[in-house]
């Protein structure tokens, strides 16, 4: 195993856990206990844990994992989240996508629908089956080279931890768009509090996604149900459709319906 892939293990676990000791970890990843010891110092280094004595703690209650090392978490998920709000989307939508793992799937599966790959130099193309608005730094270079989509880039400043724009700039430009679909990650989904997420940055902006579009979808799995996060997005009302997987705990999917919010799962 890589020290990228030891990085990415200890850092999955210790989203979930909220903790790590060194001697579990290095049996988790099956290396040696200074092995371990040294890996979890270099982290440190980089702010994305605090060491302490015998091992690792998550920084504050709402940790917030980098997007780099969140793309293999529950990935079966996440791609069975994404083809379904891919067959829920009709060509000439104008879409737009906030940052984050599961609406990076959801971009994937809309190029997968749309077929073909990167346009070639001097290669004629018809008009796009889909316009793009993202403020994903990742999501815009993914899709930028298909021919099929329209892509449009809101600026801003970029968030290192997910590679989402934010600020005013970004606002400039939604406040400029119209869409017919917004398709929103989200950190937490609680039934009194409404949708959240763990910066209050990308919660203005995914704020401004709702306000803009037609239709709102909610994508994210299902370990995110009932859970709360630091940032308010918007309330339920504002939701028309979530899309999650059959973890989901059936009081909370009779919660959403309640609110007269559709939930589909996969």
Not at 78 to 95: F, M, P
Not at 99 to 112: Q, S
Not at 200 to 216: M, P, T, Y
Not at 228 to 235: D, E, K, L, T
């Amino acid at each position: 195993m890589s020290k990228q892939e030891r990085w990415s293990k200890l850092l999955e676990l210790l989203a979930v856990e909220g903790k790590l000791d060194v001697e579990e970890a290095a049996a988790a990843v099956a290396v040696s206990p200074a092995t371990i010891r040294r890996d979890l110092d270099e982290l440190a280094q980089q702010r994305l844990l605090v060491r302490t004595r015998g091992g690792a703690i998550a920084h504050g209650v709402s940790y917030e994992l980098p997007l780099r090392y969140k793309s293999s978490r529950r990935a079966s998920e996440k791609q069975r989240i994404a083809a379904a709000v891919a067959d829920l989307l009709v060509v000439g939508d104008v879409v737009g996508l906030n940052g984050g793992t599961t609406t990076t799937e959801v971009a994937r599966a809309l190029a997968l629908r749309a077929g073909g790959g990167p346009a070639e130099p001097g290669e004629s193309q018809s008009g796009p089956m889909y316009t793009v608005v993202t403020n994903a730094l990742n999501i815009a270079g993914e899709l930028a080279v298909r021919p099929q989509f329209k892509i449009v880039a809101t600026g801003g400043v970029a968030r290192p931890q997910t590679y989402e724009l934010v600020g005013p700039l970004t606002v400039g430009v939604l406040n400029e768009v119209v869409l017919d679909v917004a398709v929103l990650g989200v950190d937490g989904i609680d039934p009194q509090l409404g949708v959240m997420t763990h910066h209050e940055d990308e919660a203005g902006i995914s704020r401004l996604f709702a306000e803009r579009a037609r239709k709102v979808i909610l994508v994210t799995d299902s370990t995110k149900m009932g859970k709360r996060a630091f940032a308010r997005i918007c309330g339920l009302d504002q939701i028309d459709v979530v899309v999650t997987d059959s973890g989901i705990a059936p009081d909370i999917a009779a919660k959403l319906a309640e609110a007269g919010i559709e939930v589909v799962t996969v």
